[in-house]
C-alpha cells in the first residue's frame, strides 16, 4: 500500500500523465485540423456574406434616402411651381374678369346712351309731329274764327298759310321773350 498512496502522491492533478497529455495533445490536433480545413472556411463564408448583405443594405438604405430626399425636393418644387402657377391662373382670372367687367360697362354705358339719344330723337320728333298738328289745328280754328268775325270766307289756302305761320311765329317769339 505504501507504494499505491506514493504513487497516488505523485500523480498530481495538474499535471496529467505525459502519455494521456500526448494523446490529448495528438487528439486536438486532429479536431483542429479537421475544423480548420472543413468548418471554419464555411463560417468565414457566411460571415463575409452576413456582412457583404449588412453593408450592401446600409448601402442601399442610404441610396433610397438619397432618392427619397431628391424625390421629396422634386415634390417641393412641384408643389412651388403649382402654387406659382394657381396664383398666376387667380391673377389672369382677376385681370380678365376685371377687363370683361369693364367692357361690359362700357357697353352698358353706350347702349344707355343709345336709347336716351332714340328717346331724345323720338320727343323730338313727337314735339314737332305735335307742332305740326297744333300749328295745323290752331290755323284752322283760327281761319274760321277769324272768317266767321270778318264775314268772309278765308278759304284760300297759301293766305291761310302764310298767316297761320306768322301768327304762330309771333306767339313763339312772345313765348321765348317770356322765358
Same mark, same amino acid.
Given at each position: 500500500m505504501n507504494l499505491l498512496v506514493l504513487a497516488a502522491e505523485m500523480e498530481n492533478p495538474l499535471f496529467p500523465p505525459i502519455p494521456e497529455l500526448v494523446i490529448g495533445l495528438i487528439a486536438f490536433v486532429i479536431v483542429f485540423g479537421f475544423l480548420a480545413k472543413k468548418l471554419l472556411p464555411n463560417i468565414n463564408k457566411v460571415l463575409d456574406e452576413r456582412h457583404a448583405a449588412i453593408e450592401g443594405g446600409i448601402e442601399a438604405a442610404q441610396a433610397a434616402?438619397?432618392?427619397?430626399?431628391?424625390?421629396?425636393?422634386?415634390?417641393?418644387?412641384?408643389?412651388? !411651381?403649382?402654387?406659382?402657377?394657381? $396664383?398666376?391662373?387667380?391673377?389672369?382670372?382677376?385681370?380678365?374678369?376685371?377687363?370683361?367687367?369693364?367692357?361690359?360697362? *362700357?357697353?352698358?354705358?353706350?347702349?344707355? !346712351?343709345?336709347?336716351?339719344?332714340?328717346?331724345?330723337?323720338?320727343?323730338? *320728333?313727337?314735339?314737332?309731329?305735335?307742332?305740326? $298738328?297744333?300749328?295745323?289745328?290752331?290755323?284752322?280754328?283760327?281761319? &274760321?274764327?277769324?272768317?266767321?268775325?270778318?264775314?268772309?270766307?278765308?278759304? &284760300?289756302?297759301?293766305?291761310?298759310?302764310?298767316?297761320? &305761320?306768322?301768327f304762330l311765329s309771333e306767339l313763339e317769339e312772345k313765348a321765348e321773350a317770356a322765358r
Open positions: 434616402q438619397i432618392e427619397a430626399q431628391s424625390v421629396l425636393e422634386q415634390y417641393k418644387a412641384q408643389l412651388a !411651381e403649382a402654387r406659382h402657377e394657381a $396664383a398666376r391662373l387667380r391673377q389672369d382670372a382677376l385681370e380678365q374678369g376685371t377687363a370683361l367687367k369693364e367692357e361690359l360697362r *362700357a357697353e352698358g354705358q353706350r347702349q344707355r !346712351e343709345e336709347i336716351i339719344a332714340a328717346g331724345h330723337a323720338q320727343i323730338a *320728333a313727337d314735339r314737332k309731329a305735335a307742332s305740326q $298738328a297744333l300749328r295745323q289745328d290752331v290755323g284752322k280754328l283760327a281761319t &274760321d274764327l277769324a272768317g266767321k268775325l270778318v264775314g268772309e270766307s278765308l278759304e &284760300d289756302h297759301a293766305r291761310q298759310s302764310r298767316t297761320i &305761320d306768322r
